[in-house]
């Protein structure tokens, strides 16, 4: 059973450029969400999507965007990007119920030059 | 409003040694506190979770964490390093609902030395 996978694995990308990341959940999840971890810092989160809706937004501009499929499966855009957006991107999901577990994918570095 | 710091950047412990690395909380609301590690190109592991219940919490590889409300803090040790916890680990909160972010702090960065 694969985890949940991302791609690609790396990017490099010139500012004013847009990105599309894309994330598959864990078999069996229908929530996902992503984060941004900047270089030495804490993953922070940008926002979760459950039934092809955003449900929660994080304090990101309105440069990031996203979308869910009907498989789950999720794509993260970026426009207009600025050398602040390096980082890397880390898809989680989980399965809808209470306390379930969220599993992270190994992320997507994007470096923006 | 929701926010952890873990104290110290960096920490380094002999191999067998005790680890002990600190997180303090913040939240308006009962919280869900977690304790992840992240190994260098790969995502993060959950190591352990307090939810309800059970103030003293185990997870995997040996690694334990206590909530301590009074204290706001969910430290999070283990008796003896191995050099394989060489890592970074992240503490998160987040409120009691399964759709709720869950907010991490700046991350320790763990050395164990032979």
């Known amino acids: 059973d694969a985890g949940v996978t991302q791609s690609p694995t790396h990017l490099i990308k010139t500012r004013g450029q847009q990105v599309t990341l894309r994330c598959s959940p864990k078999?069996?999840?229908?929530?996902v969400s992503w984060y941004q971890q900047a270089l030495g810092q804490g993953p922070q989160f940008i926002f979760q999507y459950y039934e092809e809706e955003e449900r929660q937004r994080g304090n990101f501009p309105d440069r990031f965007s996203g979308h869910q499929f009907p498989n789950y499966s999720s794509e993260l855009n970026v426009n207009a990007l600025l050398l602040g957006d390096s980082a890397l991107y880390l898809c989680a999901s989980r399965g809808s119920a209470t306390n379930e577990k969220l599993f992270f994918g190994s992320g997507t570095q994007l470096s923006v030059l | 409003a929701q926010s952890v710091t873990q104290l110290g950047s960096h920490v380094s412990v002999s191999e067998g040694a005790l680890v002990l690395l600190r997180c303090n909380y913040s939240s308006s609301v009962p919280p869900y506190l977690f304790w992840y590690v992240q190994y260098p190109n790969q995502g993060l592991q959950l190591l352990l979770k307090y939810t309800t219940g059970a103030t003293l919490v185990k997870g995997i590889n040996g690694f334990e964490a206590e909530f301590k409300k009074s204290e706001t803090s969910f430290h999070l040790t283990k008796p003896s390093a191995h050099m394989s916890d060489a890592a970074e680990y992240f503490c998160a909160v987040s409120g009691r609902s399964a759709t709720n972010k869950l907010i991490f702090g700046t991350g320790t960065l763990l050395a164990v030395q032979p």
């Open positions: 078999s069996g999840h229908d929530t």
